[in-house]
């Protein structure tokens, strides 16, 4: 009775918004403690970050702690692949490497600590979620972005090589300079240069941009935006779900509470 009393107490101080934006302040308080790592600053104030730095991963594992005991299926908590990472992040932040051959390694785990807030914000968790499903589909599209890369670098290296080298040697600088094109990074320099020699090049260009900038792009988008709507009606039934469990629960709870008033009453 007394550890179901302790782990409805964690759950409340888990599920409490305080608590939760206090953690999200100590997450952003990390990355900057992180980036005035950065800086070339004196002895005593590099101390006092390593402290503050020591200060922030402790706190981290006593919210993971109070997270894994507020968890009312102990079973469940490491089924899910957040809490995961979190405890790994934490866990291997505690490791002293500081002034070891792997100081670089400790440090770049430090600075993963600041994708925990991923983690504790739901709308971010969402987003990555819904990134990751679409991962599948962006991958067709980026196959078929690859082919359309290909081919005009191949068209692009056959006509502009002699016109210069630099940018359309062979195929792969041929894919770099597109990449430079479909950004809009100083496109039209390039465009100019061929136009010299091959006036009807723009041709080139232009298709080149609504194939890749425009149309691509565009699937991408869509695809995103379609399995974020998903992701919110998937949300939403189990929200429907969650709070119909709660209303059985409460009426079961009423109907045993009349039960037994009822069998008091009775002579």
Same mark, same amino acid.
């Given at each position: 009775? $007394?550890?179901?009393?302790?782990?409805?107490?964690?759950?409340?101080?888990?599920?409490?918004?305080?608590?939760?934006?206090?953690?999200?302040?100590?997450?952003?308080?990390?990355?900057?403690?992180?980036?005035?790592?950065?800086?070339?600053?004196?002895?005593?104030?590099?101390?006092?970050?390593?402290?503050?730095?020591?200060? *922030? @991963?402790?706190?981290?594992?006593?919210?993971?702690?109070?997270?894994?005991?507020?968890?009312?299926?102990?079973?469940?908590?490491?089924?899910?692949?957040?809490?995961?990472?979190? =405890?790994?992040?934490?866990?291997?932040? !505690?490791?002293?490497?500081?002034?070891?051959?792997?100081?670089?390694?400790?440090?770049?785990?430090?600075?993963?600590?600041?994708?925990?807030?991923?983690?504790?914000?739901?709308?971010?968790?969402?987003?990555?979620?819904?990134?990751?499903?679409?991962?599948?589909?962006?991958?067709?599209?980026?196959?078929?972005? #690859? *082919?359309?890369?290909?081919?005009?670098?191949?068209?692009?290296? @056959?006509?502009?090589?002699?016109?210069? +080298?630099?940018?359309?040697?062979?195929?792969?600088?041929?894919?770099? =300079?597109?990449?430079?094109?479909?950004?809009?990074?100083?496109?039209?320099?390039?465009?100019?240069?061929?136009? =010299?020699?091959? +006036?009807?090049?723009?041709?080139?260009?232009?298709?080149?941009?609504? #194939?890749?900038?425009?149309?691509?792009?565009?699937?991408? *988008?869509?695809?995103?935006?379609?399995?974020?709507?998903?992701?919110?009606?998937?949300?939403?039934?189990?929200?429907?779900?969650?709070?119909? $469990?709660?209303?059985?629960?409460?009426?079961?709870?009423?109907?045993?509470?009349?039960?037994? !008033?009822?069998? $008091?009453?009775?002579?």
């Amino acid at each position: 009775m $007394q550890a179901t009393n302790l782990q409805e107490k964690f759950e409340k101080l888990r599920s409490n918004k305080l608590f939760e934006l206090f953690v999200i302040s100590i997450i952003i308080f990390s990355a900057l403690v992180i980036g005035a790592k950065t800086y070339d600053i004196s002895s005593s104030t590099l101390w006092l970050v390593r402290l503050l730095d020591w200060f *922030i @991963t402790f706190f981290f594992l006593t919210e993971i702690i109070i997270r894994f005991l507020g968890e009312k299926h102990k079973n469940e908590f490491f089924k899910q692949g957040w809490n995961i990472f979190d =405890t790994l992040i934490v866990v291997t932040s !505690l490791i002293p490497v500081e002034d070891s051959e792997l100081a670089i390694i400790g440090r770049l785990i430090r600075i993963f600590r600041v994708l925990r807030m991923v983690s504790i914000i739901p709308e971010l968790k969402m987003l990555l979620n819904s990134f990751l499903i679409a991962l599948p589909q962006l991958g067709y599209i980026v196959a078929l972005m #690859f *082919i359309i890369f290909y081919i005009y670098a191949a068209i692009g290296s @056959t006509f502009f090589a002699g016109i210069n +080298p630099e940018l359309w040697g062979d195929i792969a600088i041929s894919m770099l =300079t597109l990449f430079r094109v479909m950004t809009f990074e100083d496109w039209t320099d390039v465009m100019y240069e061929t136009m =010299t020699v091959y +006036p009807l090049s723009w041709l080139y260009y232009l298709s080149f941009i609504f #194939f890749t900038a425009f149309a691509f792009l565009n699937m991408v *988008i869509g695809v995103v935006v379609n399995v974020l709507n998903e992701e919110h009606e998937r949300i939403r039934k189990e929200e429907e779900l969650d709070n119909k $469990q709660v209303t059985l629960e409460i009426l079961d709870n009423k109907i045993d509470e009349l039960k037994k !008033l009822i069998m $008091q009453e009775r002579p």
